[in-house]
């Protein structure tokens, strides 16, 4: 099975409040680890058509499987055009070798 060009660099982020020196928290970006993705926004096209569920996702994205990595909705993907909160994670046909990510673009 082959997912096409994985093209996209992307980086994986958990957020996490953090107290600075005067004693006010803020939300803190920490980089989980940085891979090339698949990336495709969302059309017409009857593979769309059946993820009619999660009707508030804008793009799927497609990377290889990350053996000592959890990837998890808790989590952010910064891309090249944006901030993407993640909505569903799927490990391809449950072979370990590539994973799908659903994803809505931050406005």
Same mark, same amino acid.
């Given at each position: ?56 996702? =804008? +793009?799927?994205? @497609? &990377?290889?499987?990350?053996?000592? /990595?959890?990837? =998890? +909705?808790?989590? @952010? &993907?910064?891309?090249?055009?944006? /901030? ?24």
């Amino acid at each position: 099975m082959a997912l096409g060009r994985l093209d996209t660099p992307i980086t994986f982020t958990l957020l996490s409040k953090e107290k600075d020196e005067e004693g006010f928290s803020n939300m803190v970006s920490h980089p989980i680890a940085c891979v090339r993705a698949y990336k495709e926004d969302k059309n017409t096209t009857e593979k769309w058509a059946n993820k009619a569920l999660l009707e508030d996702v =804008t +793009t799927l994205f @497609q &990377i290889r499987y990350l053996p000592n /990595t959890k990837i =998890t +909705t808790d989590m @952010q &993907i910064e891309c090249f055009d944006g /901030t993407y909160d993640i909505k569903s994670v799927e490990n391809i046909k449950g072979k370990n070798m590539y994973i799908q990510i659903l994803a809505k673009k931050k406005v």
